[in-house]
């Protein structure tokens, strides 16, 4: 099915998915924006978006600030199926954000690798909300 809007899988208290949402507004995007620790996960979803994206379940284990530790997942033996599982049971273990455009499906993590995904990007300068320039005054990628 092709993609014709932008979908950020978004956590509203990370600095990294605010910038990236941030970023694809600036660009002129009305993306959908899914507040995933409020809607949970399916397991088909969170499953085709990691494949989309090409991580596994670890890949995607978010450690920090989370119950991964405490939750056991971050040993090597756990399997990707119970770490799916966790994932649907604590949504804030799916690290963020993700967002699906019709170029892909990414983590992006930093958040300037939305530009990748992005036919367009926002004029520049343009700053993350720390003040790093993302993108320099000649419209360019800065980091």
Known sequence: M?????VIFHNPDCGTSRNVVRIVEAAGYAPTVVEYLKTG???PQLLALLADAGLSPRDALRVKKSPAVELGLTDPSVADEDIVEAM???PILVERPIVVTAKGTAL???SET?????DRWPPGPFAKEDGELVIDAEGKRAV
């Not at 092709?2 to 932008?6: E, G, K, Q, S």
Request: aromatic share 6%.
């Open 108 to 110: 992006c993590r930093p």
């Open 114 to 118: 939305v530009l990748d995904l992005l």
């Open 41 to 43: 996960w399916t397991k």
């Open 88 to 90: 649907i049971a604590h």
């Open 2 to 6: 092709p993609v014709t809007d932008i």
